[in-house]
């Protein structure tokens, strides 16, 4: 009974002093201009773990800015959204969040605006016609409008470099048919192609690496003049990759990405990956917190989008990039 | 005047929820001392429907709890109901077959529930998390991972009926929420199926042969469990217009936590529906008050963990002091 009372006690003094160290940031500190940043999923994902971490480090680089970061664990809109609506709540000077559900944010994002609280959407943009649109103030990520005619381009132009003409035949892997961003970046890929009269298909390889292997390794059977092989993401890369080493056609089909992983950087360094695009997550992150504070501070107002890609990767920067994997999680 | 406040001292003491109601005061006191945001209509309007969405599971928890059965598959099942409406709508099914569709799938996974735990004699958080596994594995099969959205602009009536806006901030489901906190609170306690789900939870042998037949009481429940469910998938749909798959995770986690914090024994037999209500309210006064402070989202789960632990304590050694003296 003692060790009950002793303990009770301490465990309320532990919240009691948990909730009253919060109160130099909140009722008594200097104005601080307040950012939250919302993105749809959070530290257990490794891709916003670098996000976050970044969005900290340059946020502690400016003394008068305060940074909320809140998240779900792992990707949830709903979550996502119920930690927007409370952050509205709390009438900030800014969010900066990720449109992972136009339609479902629309309502609290322009009650946000409409009461004066900056929004930058990273990452993720509303892809919806320009008159639907959520009217943040910009969108700071990968255009994805241009992602695959820059793989496309780049790719082409190195494959005439090295063979002196044009691929006979190319494949678009996409692992997700109807996801908007994929099939923004497969179109891109199409359209440069058809300007170089390339052979072009796309496949739907699904999510699952194993299946991915076998339906490329069919349409390479099929078609075994297919010398390019673009996937749109490491769901669809890692297995293209498998698939070339297994054939032994290094250097003889060639692949080309979007999005990277250590398996993907592992491929550029060993000649199977020509070309990767990358949209710099760490950059996302560091550009809307200081986008965010140039706005509040000076008035500057940022232009309606912030490319931080199609960044191209190749063996010749791959040393770069490798620096920004090591000191920022992630590239 | 001091024998009347002797006399409401123990009606509190002898309420299951008396120590949520303290915690939940106490949470509301530093909330608002750290943000007085947390007083703004628009922040208490927000917490009423986070509230609902995690206190329509809690109410049907509990009552399951109570007759001494758990349901590890409410989360799944609420994002099973969301996604199978959803489809049904955006593939033009009128929208109150739709809901009559979805409700009863998830009502026919309740009645699943309670035959295997009844026939088998498992026990009914294996059965149950089992459940909640494989419907999980279905919905990320069907929807390969990602989102399902209604396609058209304005959601069907029969989902706006249950969740859609009012002034003020204010949905549907917060009122949805309150009604189905006092119509179970009312067959709890004034019914005899009440008694008889308390007996069930309390003392099953006695039950029996004292005449209650605590199988039927006990499928009742699980049906009414996934019912509650399913409900918080549909206030989700008319707030979000969205689902996906992996919506309402963790879910049945915090019922059961909202129902334990508001009086419910772990052990059946003991509880009150109002205690949910009030556990669900603070659970969800807990993801306010971080984010509306700045302190880490990280620490939701912590702090709610602590809570419980606090809560129990309080009730283990201040309250039980109290009922000794003043009952």
């Known amino acids: 009974m003692r060790y009950l009372k002793l303990v009770s006690i301490l465990a309320l003094a532990f919240f009691l002093t948990l909730g009253l160290s919060f109160a130099p940031t909140t009722a008594f500190a200097q104005k601080k201009f307040v950012v939250y940043f919302i993105p749809h999923a959070g530290m257990a994902d490794p891709f916003w773990a670098t996000q976050i971490k970044m969005a900290k480090r340059v946020a502690a680089l400016l003394p008068d800015l305060e940074l909320r970061v809140t998240a779900p664990e792992t990707y949830s809109i709903k979550k996502q959204l119920d930690y927007l609506m409370a952050a509205i709540a709390a009438k900030p000077d800014a969010i900066i969040i990720t449109i992972s559900d136009a339609k479902a944010m629309d309502k609290p994002l322009r009650k946000a605006i409409k009461e004066g609280i900056l929004v930058i959407a990273i990452n993720i943009e509303d892809y919806r016609p320009p008159d639907k649109r959520i009217p943040y103030i910009t969108y700071i990520g990968m255009d994805e409008r241009i992602s695959g005619s820059v793989l496309a381009e780049e790719t082409y132009n190195r494959f005439h470099e090295m063979f002196g003409r044009y691929p006979k035949r190319a494949v678009i892997g996409i692992h997700q048919p109807g996801l908007i961003c994929l099939e923004m970046r497969s179109d891109g890929i199409m359209r440069v192609s058809k300007k170089l009269n390339i052979p072009v298909e796309k496949l739907d390889i699904t999510m699952d690496p194993t299946k991915a292997m076998e339906i490329l390794r069919a349409y390479l059977a099929k078609h075994p003049d297919t010398e390019v092989i673009f996937t749109l993401g490491p769901c669809g890369s890692h297995p293209a990759i498998k698939l070339i080493k297994e054939l032994g056609a290094k250097g003889k089909i060639i692949h080309a990405c979007i999005d990277l992983s250590p398996k993907i950087l592992e491929a550029i360094k060993e000649g199977i990956t020509l070309v990767a695009v990358s949209q710099q997550p760490a950059f996302q992150a560091a550009q809307s917190v200081y986008t965010a504070y140039l706005y509040l501070k000076y008035g500057i107002i940022p232009p309606k989008i912030i490319p931080t890609g199609p960044t191209v990767v190749t063996k010749e920067n791959l040393s770069v990039i490798l620096r920004q994997v090591k000191t920022t999680g992630g590239a | 005047m001091r024998k009347a406040l002797s006399s409401l001292l123990r009606l509190l003491l002898l309420r299951y929820e008396i120590t949520c109601l303290l915690t939940l005061i106490a949470l509301f006191a530093i909330g608002g001392y750290l943000n007085r945001a947390l007083f703004d209509y628009y922040t208490l309007s927000t917490l009423l429907t986070f509230s609902a969405e995690v206190g329509i599971i809690a109410v049907g928890v509990a009552f ?158 699980f049906v009414l469990t996934s019912f509650f469910a399913s409900l918080s998938g549909l206030f989700i749909v008319a707030r979000l217009m969205s689902a996906d798959p992996l919506l309402l995770t963790g879910a049945e986690l915090e019922g059961i936590a909202a129902a334990v914090v508001g009086g419910c024994s772990l052990l059946g037999g003991y509880g009150s529906i109002v205690g949910a209500a009030l556990g669900s309210v603070l659970i969800s006064l807990i993801r306010v008050t971080l984010t509306l402070t700045g302190a880490p989202v990280v620490w939701y789960r912590s702090i709610v963990g602590g809570i419980l632990v606090a809560t129990a304590l309080i009730d283990a050694v201040i309250l039980r002091k109290l009922r000794q003296k003043f009952l």
């Open chain 2, 64 to 221: 399951l709890m109570i007759s001494g059965e758990f349901d590890m598959s409410v989360g799944a099942v609420g994002a099973l109901t969301a996604i199978s409406f959803i489809t049904l709508i955006n593939s033009n099914l009128p929208g109150f077959l739709a809901l009559l569709v979805s409700i009863g799938l998830a009502c026919a996974i309740g009645l699943i529930n309670g035959l295997i735990t009844i026939k088998s004699g498992a026990p009914s958080f294996i059965v149950t998390l089992a459940t909640a596994f494989t419907i999980r594995g279905i919905l990320l099969i069907v929807t390969g991972g990602f989102p399902v959205s209604y396609k058209g602009a304005i959601l069907p009536l029969s989902v706006r009926i249950l969740g859609g806006s009012l002034p003020f901030g204010l949905r549907l489901s917060a009122i949805w929420f309150v009604v189905a906190v006092a119509v179970m609170t009312l067959v709890l306690e004034f019914t005899r199926y009440g008694n008889h789900v308390f007996a069930t939870g309390g003392n099953p042998t006695v039950a029996r042969e004292m005449g209650v037949n605590t199988s039927r009481v006990k499928l009742i429940n």
